[in-house]
């Protein structure tokens, strides 16, 4: 390899300017001091760490009402400016969001949170209640502080909730929309979900008055003589679940993000943040009935991972929350997501991550698919710190000025790849009732677990054999432009799509299937095959006649297998590696004229990896961790990636 000549890009690379850096999370700034020369002296200390901005809020000391915090905080605000530091606002008094740190309520109690609790009569007959969610939901749970919440379904709620919160940044600080570029929302969630679950715990679904109305409107059949199936497997319980909770994200979406959106973009700022537990398509369902549905109302959407391990996330469910909000930004043709990072699953156990680890975390989620990182990481000067040491500031800089690196060469470039995976959350839906257990519980439906565990399954099986993918949901899929031998959304074009193991789907989605079956496209089916309508309103005669369609055009495998990797690799998807091995992950990015591969090691062992690629001129491999760029002598790319490491190849 011969030493490269530096030129703009190399030269943003190797020192990211701010836009690129670390966004850190600070709620006090009168934690750093009440004048002027103290807050200036703690932000030059924290910018010497090489982060590039601010994620901030007015001080949650007599949240929204004292002038003497809103000095304070309008006074941090400018001095970060005059520092160059990249500003986002934060929502709301600890989380989560939506509550205005309780002022919603105070204002209307009867926005509270609700459910329909089902409860047995004497006469031995269910019975349907509303009821107050409070105790053993995340109102009690969370770490912050229990506080009655508000209900997500009541147009009112947010709408108090931006009053109160928005427009009180909105006039005090002049020409918002030039000097905020995003408001980030905490996990707004429903609250009929348990967490520790209280003696007396009913089962519960989502409520609010007009929900009977709307479902009517939208689904063209009365709710109310439907209920039973619901909580239970009676009449045509499979079909009702999926339209209740589609309808359920539908208000979700409308009357909480849609709300925020509509007053972001009126104000020229970007609505983001991140809901509540992303791990398991349960509990998409049990906190707000579809994640899709949701992410479309954020103009960033957003993730949190609370562990710094990245192994631990690669192994688990950890790393496809950054696939899912990556997939979604993608069908909606958006460039910008981001992730909440921090080892607060570390610290709970009395530990830290290491500086391999974190950068390591942030890697896999840019491979992934994030872009932009707001840090809950201590801050390194906090006079709190566990660990004020001169080597943690240092090991503080080098991780922003990796994560800068990261950012300068994927926020702006756009995401390629062959394969595109269902969103199987109706088949989720379909066999979801509620329970009073805690939601870390399994579902008592074994087949909902068979369908979530497969999904997350299938998801990393794919990645460790180097094939990259989006997650797409139904709606996406029915309006995909289709072509020969592939179809598009959005910026994407894809050459296979995978039906995982599933109950219930749409019709209207299964007929675009088979015709991009019958233009070229590779389907497969893997696990189980839906066999029924995820609609009440649709028959599952017709979803069975569509599969067996399919099924006739498609590769089918029980399950996953050599097989199926050599039918993608066939059709065209992934990227190969001579000395592949299942820690080595790829994606996959073109940047202006250039094709970006990102490389990285989820092992502790430092990997030789050799691939050919299809560009004619000589790579160059560009190292996030040094910021160093050299040329490589043939495209017959051989690397080394260091454990826990990545790196790129740029064929220009």
């Known amino acids: 390899m011969n030493a490269r000549q530096p030129s703009t890009l190399h030269e943003q690379f190797r020192n990211p300017s701010n836009r690129y850096r670390t ?34 809020n007015v001080s949650f000391k ?46 209307n109690p009867d926005l509270e949170a609700i459910g329909l609790v089902r409860k047995m009569g004497a006469d031995g007959k269910p019975r349907y209640e509303v009821q107050r969610m409070y105790e053993g939901t995340h109102c009690t749970e969370n770490v912050y502080k229990k506080r009655r919440y508000v209900n997500l379904l009541h147009p009112m709620a947010t709408r108090i909730f931006i009053e109160v919160t928005h427009e009180a940044y909105a006039r005090r600080i002049p020409n918002l929309g030039k000097r905020i570029h995003a408001i980030f929302t905490d996990e707004p969630s429903l609250m009929t979900t348990y967490i520790r679950p209280p003696a007396d715990a009913l089962p519960a679904v989502p409520w609010v008055e007009d929900l009977p109305e709307q479902f009517k409107r939208r689904k063209g059949y009365d709710l109310m003589p439907q209920l ?15 339209d209740f909770y589609e309808v359920v994200a539908q208000l979700v979406a409308e009357r909480y993000l849609g709300q925020i959106q509509q007053w972001c973009r009126k104000h020229g700022i970007a609505s983001s943040g991140h809901l509540l537990a992303e791990e398991k398509l349960l509990w ?40 899912l909000i990556s997939s979604a930004a993608h069908l909606m043709g958006r460039t910008e997501t981001m992730s909440e990072t921090s080892d607060f699953a570390e610290q709970m156990s009395g530990k830290r991550a290491t500086l391999a680890q974190m950068k390591a975390t942030a890697s896999l989620q840019y491979l992934l698919g994030i872009n932009t990182i707001t840090s809950y990481y201590p801050d390194p ?10 080597q943690r500031r240092t090991d503080y800089a080098a991780y922003n000025a990796c994560v800068g690196r990261l950012s300068v060469l994927l926020r702006e470039a756009q995401h390629e790849c062959d394969v595109a995976v269902l969103y199987p959350v109706a088949g989720v839906q379909a066999n979801f009732y509620p329970t009073t257990l805690s939601m870390y519980q399994p579902h008592p439906s074994r087949r909902l677990n068979e369908i ?14 180097q094939i990259d993918f989006d997650i797409l949901d139904e709606a996406a899929i029915q309006k995909a432009q289709i072509g020969r031998r592939q179809f598009r959304v959005a910026k994407e074009r894809y050459k296979a799509l995978i ?57 089918v495998f029980p399950s996953l297998s050599d097989e199926m990797a050599s039918v993608l690799r066939l059709a065209g998807c992934g990227v190969q590696l001579e000395l592949a091995s299942p820690e080595i992950w790829v994606a996959r990015y073109r940047r202006g004229g250039d094709m970006v591969y990102f490389l990285i090691n989820l092992s502790l062992q430092d990997r030789q990896c050799r691939l050919r690629l299809p560009e004619a001129r000589r790579p160059s491999v560009w190292d996030p961790e040094t910021g160093g760029v050299t040329t490589m002598n043939s495209n017959r790319a051989e690397v080394r990636i260091p454990a826990l490491g990545g790196v790129f190849l740029v064929c220009t």
Not at 381 to 390: C, F, L, V
Not at 452 to 465: A, I, K, P, S, T
Request: proline content about 4%; glycine content about 10%; aromatic content about 8%.
């Open 23 to 56: 966004l850190q999370i600070i709620h006090n700034f009168d934690s750093f001091g009440t004048d002027e020369a103290s807050l200036r002296q703690r932000l030059e200390w924290l910018k010497a760490t090489g982060i590039g901005g601010l994620v901030c």
């Open 62 to 107: 007599d949240y929204m009402r004292s002038e003497e915090q809103w000095r304070i905080f309008l006074m941090g605000l400018r001095v970060a400016e005059e520092l160059g530091l990249h500003l986002w606002l934060y929502d709301e008094e600890g989380y989560p969001s939506g509550a205005a740190g309780g002022l919603v309520l105070e204002r």
């Open 499 to 555: 039906i995982p193991s599933t109950d219930a789907v749409h019709t209207a989605t299964l007929q675009q299937v088979l015709k991009m079956a019958q233009n070229g496209v590779t389907v497969v089916l893997v696990g189980e095959p839906p066999r029924y309508a995820a609609s009440r309103n649709e028959r599952d005669e017709q979803i069975h006649g569509l599969v067996q369609s399919l099924m006739r055009r498609a590769e």
């Open 228 to 242: 039973e199936s619901l909580y239970t497997d009676t009449g045509d319980h499979r079909g009702v679940r999926c």
């Open 381 to 390: 000067y906090g006079a709190t710190h566990p660990n004020n040491t001169e």
């Open 284 to 323: 998409h369902v049990m906190y707000y009935g579809d994640l899709f549905t949701c992410l479309r109302r954020m103009d960033i959407p957003g993730i949190d991972i609370l562990s710094s391990d990245p192994l631990g996330l690669a192994a688990g469910n950890g790393f496809l929350v950054p696939k």
């Open 452 to 465: 979530d565990d497969g999904f997350v399954n299938l998801c990393r099986w794919l990645l460790q054999h």
